[in-house]
């Protein structure tokens, strides 16, 4: 069965770093976004990406936060200079066309700022 | 905009016990619901899904729920709790922009 894969599972990096997560979205969805989930809080809308631009973003998505679509597969979301509280889990997801509402989501991954 | 209520950060039942998470949501428009379950160390897996139609829905592993307009609630059950099905529990509404909004997420824990 088709699935969502992030890499890395697990990043590490220092404050004012830059950081960038990867997705790769199941192969025929067109509709791919971003969530994170703060330890022990709820998971939270990013970006939503259709098109090649951005759909809708949360206010949690500042100028800091950027995504791109650099070839046919990836979806990645670039973080310029990362802060402690951007500690999280960040999900990616996908959907097919035509049926947005079923949003299959990756294992995550895990940035750690220190 | 819209939100959801999930009663009940953690939830303890027993092996064979009748399992109810609960959910409420508020939307200004008929919402798209979702119960998506994640295991530790892993995604958010779909259970199941409302979006129109009949309102009690049968999703994977034995979980359905039902949407009751009037209570504005999405509820789950399960009529027998397995060990396997410890875990976290996230009840979502999606909105006309396509981005789902969550609930703070239940801990099932299943007693032997």
């Known amino acids: 069965e088709p699935e969502v894969t992030q890499t890395p599972s697990h990043q590490v990096t220092q404050m004012g770093q830059e950081v960038i997560l990867r997705c790769v979205p199941i192969?025929?969805?067109?509709?791919f976004y971003w969530y994170r989930q703060i330890l022990g809080q709820k998971v939270e809308f990013l970006v939503s990406?259709?098109?090649?631009?951005?759909?809708?973003k949360s206010e949690i998505f500042d100028d800091q936060f950027s995504v791109e679509r650099p070839d046919g597969s990836n979806f990645t979301l670039k973080i310029r200079s990362t802060k402690l509280e951007d500690s999280a889990m960040y999900f990616c997801?996908?959907?097919?066309?035509?049926?947005?509402?079923?949003?299959?989501f990756g294992p995550g991954t895990r940035l750690t700022v220190t | 905009a819209q939100s959801v209520t999930q009663l009940g950060s953690h939830v303890s039942v027993s092996e064979g016990a009748l399992v109810l998470l609960r959910c409420n949501y508020s939307?200004?428009?008929?919402?798209?619901l979702f119960w998506y379950v994640q295991y530790p160390n892993q995604g958010l897996q779909l259970l199941l899904k409302?979006?129109?139609?009949?309102?009690l829905v049968k999703g994977i592993n034995g979980f359905e729920a039902e949407f009751k307009k009037s209570e504005t609630s999405f509820h789950l059950t399960k009529p027998s709790a397995h060990m396997s099905d410890a875990a976290e529990y996230f009840c979502?509404?999606?909105?006309?922009?396509?981005?789902?909004?969550f609930g703070g997420g239940t801990r099932l824990m299943v007693k032997p």
């Open positions: 997801a996908s959907t097919r066309q035509g049926v947005a509402y079923e949003q299959y």
């Open positions: 192969s025929n969805h067109l509709y």
């Open positions: 990406f259709y098109n090649n631009e951005i759909s809708e």
């Open positions: 939307s200004s428009v008929p919402p798209y």
């Open positions: 409302y979006t129109t139609g009949a309102t």
């Open positions: 979502a509404v999606g909105n006309a922009g396509n981005m789902l909004t």
